[in-house]
């Protein structure tokens, strides 16, 4: 038992990888919903309450997909 919570905390080299692509792509939907809701000069052919619902969608599956990241990990 003792040796089991002595290696859990290590990673390899590649789930630390996979840890910082995770972080990073949670990033990049999270910031790509707030311009979509909050970038005026993002011009983009829909109206506003098309806007908001895309951007408020994007956001909400960033975090589904950090959460469930974690979870599998």
Do not use: C, H
């Not at 590649?14 to 910082?20: A, Q």
Request: hydrophobic fraction near 55%; charged fraction near 15%.
């Amino acid at each position: 038992m003792s040796n089991y919570r002595n290696n859990s905390g290590k990673k390899s080299l590649f789930e630390r990888f996979l840890l910082v692509i995770g972080i990073l792509f949670f990033v990049v939907y999270l910031l790509m919903g707030l311009a979509i809701l909050f970038w005026d000069k993002l011009t983009l052919p829909l109206s506003q309450e098309y806007r908001t619902a895309l951007g408020v969608i994007i956001i909400v599956y960033a975090f589904f997909r950090f959460i469930r990241f974690f979870q599998k990990s």
